[in-house]
């Protein structure tokens, strides 16, 4: 920290008035003028520097799934091949590609993918899902204000700051009690405390910008590190184990139809981007979809020909920071996630 202010500031000579910022921070114009025109104390003026940054713009392929008809979605289903008996002859490949390719052709009809842009920006830590299930604030707000620029009526106008003054109190709300919360949680610890005064200083590295680092990059850190596991580990002596047990796993229990609807209905609602179509659709479909599910749990359960498909050997690989706050420019602060199909 560093202090601007030289001289006393007060008419008893003491030097009570302090503007103090970071050492990175460089103020111009810092000027006390003399006690006592005022108050007893002098009025500091300084000049602040301003610096802007600009948003990154992100692209990114979308289906508006929200706005399926799902009435002309169960028609499609039903005159598919999904809803037919699967042929006995086909093996579990053959079934996963009908399944990914039907899905694929629904998905283009109803729901075709589109381009939206979205501004990178860093999401302050207490603007929680809470605040993002508000839409339909944000939406009123929005309405009014269309609305307003339309008409440019005095009633529309104070309907429509009325509004955002609602929104901003409640966001106003949430960040109190957040930050009182979090303070609390900190008790005595002090750096706990500076820790969370980092935070609400923006001091905290921001790491909702993109890195600079490409996935060939990532996917060449992480192998090179597993290598080195690998390596580090190669000639050991095995370990001892001294507990053994004589169980052993010989076959799959039979899958029943009871089985895969109970797997499917009580699984998270959880997709990822190679899934033809989001998981919640699978589920509110499982009765016209049931047929070649229960078929893929048969054949990937048998206990002579069983194995996973190669299409589902795949998963879309994030890596993410291990903990807020760390370097986003080193690549040792990242672990992988692997976002792995539904079905």
Known sequence: MVQHVRGPTHQAGQALDLVLTFSACQLQSVTAAPPGVISDHSLVTCRLPEVVHSSEVAERWVRSWQKVDCSRLCCLLKKSEL???????????????TYESVLGNVADQLAPSHVVKRRLKRIAPWFDDDCRLCRTIRRNCRRLERRYRLSLSPDDRSLWVEATWKRFQAYRVKRDEYWLYRLQQCGRSSGHLWRSL??????????????????????????????????????????????????????????????????????????????????????????????LCHRYGQRVFDSRSSNLPTSQKHAVVTPLLKKTGLDPSDLSNYRPVSNLTFM
């Open 83 to 97: 809803s037919r008996p699967a042929d006995v002859a086909h093996d579990v490949d053959q079934l996963f590609r």
């Open 198 to 291: 980092s935070s609400v200083l923006g001091r905290d590295c921001d790491v909702s910008r993109t890195t600079r680092y490409t996935a060939d990059q990532f996917a060449a850190f992480f192998a090179q590190k597993i290598n080195g596991v690998r390596k580090a580990t190669t000639g050991l002596l095995a370990p001892t184990v001294r507990l053994t047990t004589m169980s052993s796993f010989t076959a799959f229990e039979e899958c029943t139809p009871a089985d895969v609807r109970r797997l499917i209905m009580n699984s998270p609602v959880k997709w990822c981007s190679l899934d033809p179509v989001p998981t919640f659709l699978v589920r509110e479909f499982v009765d016209v979809l049931f047929t």
